[in-house]
């Protein structure tokens, strides 16, 4: 499977898009799935538990970075129950 370079400030989303395209599949959930199913990815829980830390090992970046730079989810500790923090 092709896994290309993240790219600066792209979510998740939508690099898991890019890299179904890439790869001829129909949508990012789909090529996760196929990540999932890859034989060269090292099995067991302990390997990779959440797909957040397969999406970091295929883009070969740290899972904190990952989910701090490419997701929407630092923008949680702001925003909480309609109130700003």
């Known amino acids: ?31 996760l799935a196929a990540l999932y199913g890859d034989p060269a990815r090292p099995r067991g829980r302990a390997a990779c538990p959440t797909p957040f830390e397969l999406i970091a090992q295929v883009a070969q970046v740290d899972k904190a970075h990952l989910l701090q730079a490419h997701t929407l989810l630092p923008l949680d500790q702001f925003v909480v129950a309609g109130r700003a923090a």
């Open 1 to 31: 499977m092709h896994a290309p370079a993240l790219l600066p400030d792209e979510l998740v989303g939508g690099y898991l898009s890019r890299l179904a395209l890439l790869n001829g599949m129909r949508c990012g959930a789909t090529a």
